[in-house]
């Protein structure tokens, strides 16, 4: 599975951002789909989830301001982030995976495929 990122970018705290993420390749394998983010020294961590089903998961730190979801037919996955904190700040990734995750968020190592990152800044 191929996913490119796009839309990060600047913003400053309280502002908002839509990522978007285009799959292409063998999308019929893809059980969930993800954004996990990273900065620099720490360990990747998934922020939200989806499976294809519909069902989402959430990181607490970002419970009531992102929301993942899909747009089967364009083989799309969005996040759309909302009441933006410095801590926010990080490089987004796309991830794809052949679990299906529930109401829960899979961890990074779960996924297969992953996506170039797409820089998201949250300035105070």
């Known amino acids: 599975v191929h996913l490119v990122e796009s839309g990060g970018g600047s913003v400053q705290s309280g502002g908002s951002l839509r990522l978007s993420c285009a799959a292409s390749?063998?999308?019929?394998?893809?059980?969930?789909m993800g954004w996990v983010r990273q900065t620099p020294g720490k360990e990747r961590e998934g922020v939200a989830t989806?499976?294809?089903?519909?069902?989402?998961g959430y990181a607490d730190s970002v419970k009531g301001r992102f929301t993942i979801s899909q747009d089967n037919a364009k083989n799309t996955l969005y996040l759309q982030m909302n009441s933006l904190k410095p801590e926010d700040s990080a490089m987004y990734y796309c991830?794809?995976?052949?679990?299906?995750?529930?109401?829960?968020?899979?961890?990074?190592?779960?996924?297969?495929?992953w996506g170039q990152g797409t820089r998201v800044t949250v300035s105070s």
């Open positions: 991830a794809a995976g052949r679990v299906y995750s529930g109401a829960s968020i899979l961890p990074a190592y779960m996924y297969t495929s």
């Open positions: 390749g063998d999308t019929y394998s893809v059980a969930s």
């Open positions: 989806i499976d294809s089903y519909g069902d989402t």
